[in-house]
């Protein structure tokens, strides 16, 4: 290890030490030449204790500090933020072995920066364990990307990433579970400029969420929505999400209105046939009032009774919609005449999950202007442009229910599945 690399570490450590109140050493951080001839040294994240005690759980959780011997031209033409960066007043210059400027980053993530920094030397991939990228480490890199206008370097691999990122939301079910992962999605998406998965992950956030005493966003975990430190909030999101939990509730609080006065006076439109009736020539109106009643059970145990407006429902939209299917007293309306069956219960599940599918949700614009541009910059615009076809399949429409979201989806995975066939 040439000196200097071995007095910088020195200093490290020991400013690393002070800065904490630390009287354990600290572990060195690993070194990464990538240009022997390099003019910069890059110090990225911060080093961690050798007493693991001394830290709290989530900085034991973090890699520790490496350092990254780079050409300043190199790594400060990616962009102006960048350049900015590694010439503020806290760079150090240093006129030992060749290297110029010392740049310490203590709160940038080691792993993302280094991704950063082999795209820009031409050596990503350079494993085979960069072909693919987890959910944490996309965040990491694109909390990267925006604090310093990276995201141009992600054209080539932003699709693939996306990609990779449907294990984390496809055909999951978030009951009684942490909205985290939709909270790290809900960025990701934002920063790439995904705009139909962007207003995907705001409409599963905002049908899975209810409000506590004070009126804040709880996911079903009973966790505090929006408070992962580790984890950036779009600056609409909070707006977002809020609007489109009451479009969603209102839509529920319609059909339960209506369903209950179905019951209780019967159709009042006409011709227009009753959603459920009876179909074995027994007592329709006798079967209709014992389900109204029911459903006034329901609701009264559920603490919703008289019904409020949707303004006031501090319960989520899926809670809402899912005692319909494990209330006890519903299944038992079910009955069975010439083939057919008519189920109370399931009437009212499929027709509510067929008016949320439809749902439709506008960006504001503010978050329209800001996806279309960093579609521009990760040039997903671009790829989903030769993707699909269709005016109805525009990637910045601007306004999305999930039908469309899902279908956008569909063909861009058949499309790249094509598009792998032939190579």
Known sequence: MPPFIGNMLQIASRRSSNSNRCSHGKIPPAVETLDAHGDMMLLVGRQKCTDVSCGNERQNKQPNAKLFRVNSTVVAGASPAFGLALYSPSAETTKEDGVKWTVRLPDDDPQAMRI???????????????????????????????????????????????KDMEQYWV????????????????WIFWVLGHEPLYTYMVLQIAFYCELDAAGKLTDP?????????????????????????????????????????????????????????????????????SVFESFVEMLEAEGIWPLPSAYTLTASPRSLVEMFRVHPNIPSFIHHHNGRFCDADGTFWKRIEKLLREVRFTLPDASAKHLHEQSLKSELGIYFKLSSTGSDHRSNKGHWNLIEILEFQDIIAERESARDGWT
């Open 221 to 289: 975990a009973e966790q505090l929505c929006f408070t992962n430190d580790d984890v950036p909030v779009p600056p609409c999101a909070f707006v977002e999400v809020g609007h489109v939990r009451i479009e969603v509730l209102k839509i529920i609080h319609k059909d339960i209105k209506e369903t209950l006065e179905e019951h209780l006076h019967g159709s009042q439109r006409g011709n227009w046939r009753l959603r459920c009736r009876r179909m074995d020539g027994g007592d329709d109106w006798g079967w209709r009032h």
């Open 116 to 162: 950063i920094i082999h795209i820009l030397y031409g050596y990503y991939p350079s494993t085979s364990l960069d072909e693919h990228i987890d959910l944490e480490q996309l965040l990491h890199l694109t909390v990267l990307a925006d604090k310093y206008d990276l995201v141009h370097l992600f054209a080539k691999w932003a699709p693939r990433w996306v």
């Open 171 to 186: 055909g999951k079910d978030f009951v009684r579970k942490s909205t985290e992962d939709l909270e790290s999605l809900l």
